[in-house]
Structures are given as structure tokens and as C-alpha cells.
């Protein structure tokens, strides 16, 4: 079967069609409460596995909030593989480089299915190579909640990380030699799934913010360390200081201000990525220079968006993540820094953040010439990242700019057709690059406001052959046969399949 | 007439390919000083296709070594209809003879459309003091200052203030507006110090020269801001000129008395902001 973008759909899925049809959307499992009453304090790993009988076959979730500097999934993972489970599922937010010891678990059938909404890592390659028994499964991270709410992803044991928690479970985010700021990305898991293990490295008598709560913990898991806080930071929030990112990032803020978007009261969202901070930046400019104000920013939250908030420029900030330190301190002190889950952010069974966005600037790793954007696959086949948000804020925000160079070292960014489709065209409303700007026909609107901007205007297709005349006509890698994997929208319907990568 | 150009090393494919994106008037690929002596070779054949392959739409200059070893295959090598000018650094008499009779010869056996013209750089005591003679040479399209070398020769310190360049900026661009010809300055050479550019590109304009040199994309747009007329001096230079086509001599204009001279100096000024797209 294939879809309304004539991408592959496995058996058992639901294809992708086009438009969410929101009086249908699945209903929302009962929240789950701990069952555990008693004490919750153990300091034994193992014994949480023998207490929650984790056993073959079992789901066990992880947040990413942590990022690479993560210890949580590893432990777990090591107490996996000394039990020698088997066919276990994985539901991880996200996974990084520092998770590796789960090539090992794939390839000796203790880990059999993963549902993640990003992948960067060397199990890519594993899991690119067949060797997972199931399939992996891309959710976005609105769309991972609302798997979870609805039952579609069903949790037997949430572990989450922690950086301050009382004996009985209560804690936050803030403080702790692992503070991260916002734990968004645990909420469903921990209101839905059947068991719930608090794990700290910090226990304290009380915390006055309660993002986790006592009430949904079975069990508070005391180790040593839950993370290494050097890389708990993203590696990705620094100013892009490429000429050329700065040409791209200003062109998309005077395209911006062409629309009229920018006004009082308007809201906006950037991604971490160096051109994204950078189009920050310049909106912080052009917002001071003209008195505007902004109601909201949304997302990951960095230390840009911070001082635009600190600055007067942005009323309230609506965090799922904190990218860096700046924004882990402002959310323990900024009353209007308010932390978010998933659900609010971007799930559909909520009213969500995402969808009251008038802008959202998101990057590519390829778009192609009906708009499609990748940001989940390398051209070869290789996983290197996937949707977290980007599919989510495209569809949900008024305006969706893609700001990508047009040639990223040797290779056109603008393809006739992306490796994989991860944000679908009808989404993608605006892609600046740093030869031309091109509007989805779609929005005949939009490109009736940029007529008069001055900026350089182009078809896509005009884009696409600019950059072929300069780097010449790639050729697609071949790739293999077998689907390994497949891309999962907002409602959870299949934009895409990740096939294997070529031997 | 140029503003602002902007150095780009040869030998990074990079940057090549990104080299007229940035609004400088003219781009310098640089096959001197930015490139090491392992990649002299490699920079020239890689300048060479691109230029072949490349259609940029501003003036091409290409800085070449003045030395033994290259001059000859940097002249040979990029003497094509793309080149606009040649800036020749340490230039003094026998280098620039050198240069304009390899260039007439390439002209020629390639049946090349236009002269290419050679900016000498001038960047020794002796340079700037014969400033007259080497400018008065044939093909001379422009003049560049380049103050590291000069006060390198001089043996002083170079400031961002800017005393030690005081006379050779005075004096290229009093020779050069002497013989018609475009008088850049040399770049400022710390490129995260804005304020600073600002005020050492204002000093260079206050002095008479006409554009002046980049070494980063970031420091285009004020250069181009400030090498250009502003749009007081254009509005101002309108007004004087729309009075002149109905007034025959001398008249006056917000009480000052407008003259032959101010009146030339008003046309040059819409030249400009003509050929800059400011109006």
C-alpha cells in the first residue's frame, strides 16, 4: 500500500492522507497511579527488575532530557544484558551516541523494537543493517505522547531520570549536579505507564515545583550518578558565525517581516541548530528596533530565547527542554518560563502550544521540489536524527520556514525527491536559502506579501536546478530492499518507511 | 566604481562558490598571502575552473604572488575573459612592467573581449613614496593600500586607530583621484570588532579613498554603507541638481551658496547612489 505521498506502507499501518482528522483522534487511556504504596527508596537496580518482574517481551521507557550525557538508559541496559532479557521493547524520547551499549542488546535479540522520536548513533548502522527482529519506529514528540495517552505505545515500566527527588517521588528538573531544566518529554510516561521508576542521583526533602509527582511512582531508584553533566548541554546551541548561515538566517527574517507576521502579541518558535539561533538573533533585532512584542516562544528553550524573554521582547516561554544551562537557570527563576510535557507542547488529544504558533524556523537535512523535508535520514539511508518536533510545529504553526544552505560541502540540500520524508510538503510553507527564497504554491498568500520585499524569489524547482548547476546531479546511493523502519506523523499515520542500508 | 571587495581565499572550494553572495562591489581571489606554499598549485587550478564554471555577476580580481616561482603561471593561468584586474602585491616599476606585458600577450593569443587592468598594492616606503610614477603607468585601474606590509617595512606598530597609515592613505588617495582611478583601502583586520571597522572605514573615506578592502562577509555591508552616499547627501544632492536644470549660475540652497563645483559633486553623488541601487 502507499500513501498520499506514493512513500511505502507496511501491512498493519495506517498511510498517511493528507490532513488530520481531528473529530476522530484516539481516545485517552485512564491515567495510572502508582500501585506500589508502600516504600519506595531502593538502591538496587536488580532489585527493581526482581520487584517489578521485568521480564522477556516487556516495554521500558526512557526520557532524553539528559541528551548524551544520559546514565539512566546504560544502566538499565547493563542489568538487560546481564539478565539476558530478550525481545524486549525500548521506548526512549531520544537516543544518542552514548547509549552504544544497545547495538549489543539488538544484536543479541535482547532489544527486538524501538519507538524513539530521534536516533543518532552508532546503532544506527546496526539497526540500518536489518539486525533488529521488529521494526523501529519514528514517532514526533507530540505524536509519541499521544501514543502513549492512547495505548498505542504501552509502557510496563517508565524509567525516569531525575535530577531532584524527594523519598517519595516528587521532583523536578532544576537543581542537582544533573539539572536539565524542563522533564517534558516523561509526562505521558509517567501518568501512563503501568510502572514508574523515579532514578536520582539527588535526593532531597522537598521540591517546591513538582513535575513528577509521588503520586504516579512506584519506586524512587537511588544511584550514584544519572548523568554526566559536561554533555547534558546540546551540543547544537551556539550562533551559527558561517557567513553564509548569517545571509540565510537574516533573508528568513526580512521574509518574515515581508508577511507582516512579526506584530504584537505574535508567537514563534526556533529550533538549537546554528542558523536557527542565528535567525533568533536577528529577530531579536528586528523585534527591538520596531517596539514589537511577542505573546510566546515555544520549544526547546535556549539561552537566546531567555534574553529576549529577560529583555521585555517575549511574554512567556513554553519549555519542553532546556537546550543549556542559561535556560535551566531561567525556568528555576522566571515565573513566566513555564515548564510544558510533550501532550501540551504538541500532542492532538491537547490543546496544544504547537498549534497556536504563528512562525516556526526549522532546518533540513534535504527538501525536495514538492516541499518534503528530511531531517531523519542521511542520502544513503542512514539514520541520523528524525522528527522530534519538526513535523509537529510544521503542521501546527501559521508559517513554516525551512532555513538550510543550498549546498551543504558538495551536495545539493534541494533534491527532487528526499531519501526520506519525515515533515510532508503541505507543512512547509517557506525554504530560505542563501540563493533564493522559494513559497509553496500552496500559499499564494504568502507569496503575494514577499512580491514587493525585494528578496530574492525563486520556484523551487528553480532552486533545486540552481543547485545541480553548481554541484552537478547526485546520484541517489542505492539502498537495500527491506524495510527496517518507518516515519510516524502526528497522528500517528506512516509518511515514510526507512529501508535498509545497502551491504 | 566599486565600494567595498572582498578577499576570498582561492585554494576553499567553500568559499569560492559563496564569493558573490555577500553584496561586495568586486571579490579578490587571493592566490597570495591566504594560501600556503603546498597549495599554490592546487589553488590556481581550483581558482582557474571555477572561473571557467562559474558565472558571478560582480568585477573578478585576482591577487597574484609576486614572486619568481608563481608570476608567470598565476598571470598565465588566470589571463581569461572572467578577470577584471590583477592586484599585484609589493608592486613597484619592474613588477608592474612585467605583469602589463604578460598580460598583452595572453590578451592576444586568447583574442580575449576586454584589457584587464592591474591594481598595484602598494605596501613599502619606497611604493608609496613613488606613488606618481607607479600610478601613471599604463592599465592602471585602481590602487590598494596594504598597511600590515607597509608598517612592517617601516618597522612600526600597527594601530587600530590608525596614525601610522595617516600619510599613505592621504597620499594614495590624492595620486589616485589625481589619475582617475579607484583608491582602496586596506582591510581591517579584526573582524569582530564592528565598532572598530566603522571608524577606521569612515577615517579612510574621510580622507578621499573610494572603497576599501574585506577580509570577512560580515564587514560588507558597512563598508558599502559608508563608501556609499548617504541618503541626506542623496535627497540634498537631488534637490541642488533639480534647482540647477532651472537656474542659470550661481544660486543658493537652504542658505548656502551653490556653486559649479557643489554642483558637480552633486551630480557625482546620484551617480553613485544610481549605480548602488540607493535610489
Known amino acids: 500500500m502507499k500513501n498520499i505521498l506514493n512513500r511505502f506502507v507496511p501491512a498493519g499501518f495506517t498511510p498517511y492522507r493528507g490532513l488530520i482528522d481531528r473529530n476522530n483522534l484516539r481516545p485517552r487511556l485512564k491515567r495510572r497511579p502508582a500501585v506500589n504504596t508502600g516504600d519506595k527508596l531502593i538502591d538496587s537496580v536488580s532489585d527493581i527488575f526482581d520487584r517489578l518482574k521485568i521480564s522477556d517481551g516487556m516495554t521500558l521507557s526512557f526520557h532524553h532530557h539528559l541528551r548524551a550525557g544520559d546514565r539512566v538508559m546504560n544502566i538499565i541496559m547493563r542489568e538487560i544484558k546481564r539478565r539476558n532479557l530478550k525481545n524486549l521493547t525500548l521506548a526512549p524520547s531520544s537516543l544518542f551516541p552514548n547509549h552504544e551499549l544497545l547495538s549489543e542488546l539488538i544484536i543479541a535479540g535482547c532489544v527486538s523494537k524501538i519507538y524513539t522520536d530521534y536516533l543518532n548513533g552508532p546503532f544506527a548502522s546496526v539497526i540500518g543493517a536489518g539486525k533488529m527482529n521488529d521494526l523501529l519506529i519514528m514517532d514526533t514528540h507530540g505524536g509519541r505522547s499521544y501514543a502513549i495517552e492512547s495505548g498505542d505505545i504501552d509502557i510496563d515500566v517508565a524509567f525516569i531520570a531525575v535530577p531532584a527527588a524527594t523519598v517519595c517521588g516528587d521532583g523536578n528538573g532544576y537543581t542537582g549536579p544533573s539539572a536539565c531544566g524542563s522533564l517534558g518529554y516523561t509526562i505521558s510516561d509517567m501518568l501512563y505507564a503501568r510502572r514508574k521508576v523515579v532514578v536520582t542521583d539527588n535526593i532531597v526533602p522537598a521540591v517546591k515545583t513538582k513535575e513528577i509527582r509521588k503520586e504516579y511512582i512506584d519506586y524512587v531508584l537511588s544511584v550514584d550518578s544519572i548523568g554526566i553533566p ?88 513554553y519549555d519542553v527542554q532546556c537546550f543549556d544551562l542559561a535556560a535551566v537557570n531561567s525556568i528555576g527563576k522566571n515565573k513566566r518560563h513555564h515548564a510544558i510535557s510533550a501532550a501540551r507542547y504538541a500532542s492532538l488529544s491537547e490543546d496544544n502550544i504547537a498549534d497556536k504558533l504563528d512562525v516556526v524556523i526549522l532546518g533540513a537535512t534535504e527538501v525536495d521540489t514538492a516541499f518534503n523535508v528530511n531531517v531523519t535520514t542521511a542520502s544513503d539511508g542512514l539514520i541520523i536524527g528524525g522528527s522530534g518536533g519538526h513535523a509537529d510545529t510544521a503542521n501546527g504553526a501559521a508559517i513554516t520556514v525551512i532555513v538550510t544552505p543550498l549546498l551543504k560541502t558538495r551536495l545539493p540540500i534541494v533534491k527532487e525527491r528526499v531519501t526520506t520524508i519525515t515533515t510532508p510538503g503541505c507543512d512547509v510553507d517557506i525554504v530560505v536559502t542563501e540563493r533564493g527564497i522559494a513559497v509553496n504554491p500552496l500559499r499564494v498568500d504568502l507569496s503575494e506579501k514577499l512580491k514587493s520585499s525585494g528578496l530574492p524569489l525563486m520556484t523551487i524547482q528553480e532552486l533545486h536546478d540552481k543547485a545541480v548547476a553548481i554541484a552537478g546531479r547526485p546520484q541517489q546511493p542505492p539502498h537495500g530492499k527491506k524495510p527496517i523502519g518507518i516515519v510516524r506523523y502526528r497522528d500517528l499515520s506512516v509518511v515514510d518507511v526507512i529501508y535498509s542500508l545497502k551491504e | 566604481m566599486i565600494r567595498s571587495c572582498l578577499f576570498v581565499p582561492a585554494h576553499n572550494p567553500g568559499m569560492l562558490q559563496t564569493a558573490d553572495l555577500f553584496d561586495a562591489d568586486a571579490v579578490i581571489f587571493d592566490l597570495e598571502d591566504a594560501v600556503s606554499y603546498e597549495e599554490k598549485d592546487a589553488a590556481r587550478s581550483l581558482l582557474v575552473e571555477f572561473l571557467k564554471n562559474f558565472k558571478i555577476d560582480i568585477k573578478v580580481i585576482v591577487r597574484i604572488n609576486n614572486n619568481p616561482l608563481w608570476f608567470y603561471h598565476d598571470v598565465a593561468a588566470i589571463a581569461t575573459e572572467r578577470l577584471d584586474a590583477v592586484l599585484l602585491p609589493k608592486a613597484d616599476s619592474e613588477s608592474l612592467k612585467k605583469a602589463l606585458s604578460l598580460l598583452i600577450r595572453f590578451e ?51 594601530t587600530k586607530s590608525g596614525t601610522e597609515i595617516l600619510y599613505p592613505r592621504m597620499k594614495i588617495a590624492l595620486v589616485a583621484r589625481a589619475f582617475h582611478i579607484i583608491a582602496i583601502d586596506t582591510p581591517f583586520t579584526d573582524i569582530n570588532d564592528e565598532a572598530g571597522l566603522i571608524k577606521d572605514a569612515t577615517a579612510a573615506r574621510t580622507l578621499g579613498m573610494s572603497a576599501k578592502a574585506a577580509i570577512h562577509p560580515r564587514q560588507i555591508s558597512h563598508i558599502n554603507r559608508i563608501f556609499a552616499p548617504s541618503a541626506a547627501q542623496i535627497e540634498r544632492a537631488q534637490r541642488i541638481l533639480k534647482k540647477s536644470a532651472d537656474t542659470a549660475g550661481v544660486f543658493s540652497l537652504d542658505g548656502k551658496m551653490i556653486d559649479q563645483p557643489i554642483i558637480e559633486r552633486a551630480r557625482k553623488t546620484v551617480e553613485k547612489a544610481k549605480r548602488y541601487k540607493l535610489i
Do not use: C
Request: charged residues 20%; glycine residues 10%.
Open chain 1, 230 to 317: 559536561k554533555k547534558i548541554a546540546s551540543g547544537t546551541t551556539r550562533i551559527t558565525n558561517d557567513p553564509v548561515g548569517l545571509l540565510i538566517a537574516d533573508n528568513a527574517v526580512r521574509a518574515l517581516a515581508a508577511t507582516g507576521v512579526i506584530k504584537n502579541g505574535f508567537s514563534f518558535q526556533t529550533g538549537a541548530g546554528g542558523i536557527s539561533l542565528a535567525v533568533a538573533d536577528y529577530l531579536k533585532k528586528y523585534m527591538s528596533l520596531n517596539n514589537i512584542t511577542a505573546s510566546f516562544a515555544s520549544g526547546g528553550i535556549t539561552e537566546y530565547i531567555v534574553s529576549m524573554h529577560e529583555a521585555g521582547l517575549v511574554s512567556d516561554l
Open chain 2, 108 to 158: 592576444k593569443e586568447r583574442h580575449l573581449p576586454k584589457k584587464i587592468s592591474l591594481i598595484p598594492l602598494l605596501e613599502t616606503a619606497t611604493a608609496i613614496m613613488n606613488a606618481e610614477e607607479l600610478l601613471a603607468r599604463p592599465r592602471i585601474g585602481g590602487v590598494m593600500l596594504g598597511a600590515e606590509d607597509f608598517t612592517a617595512d617601516m618597522g612600526i606598530e600597527r
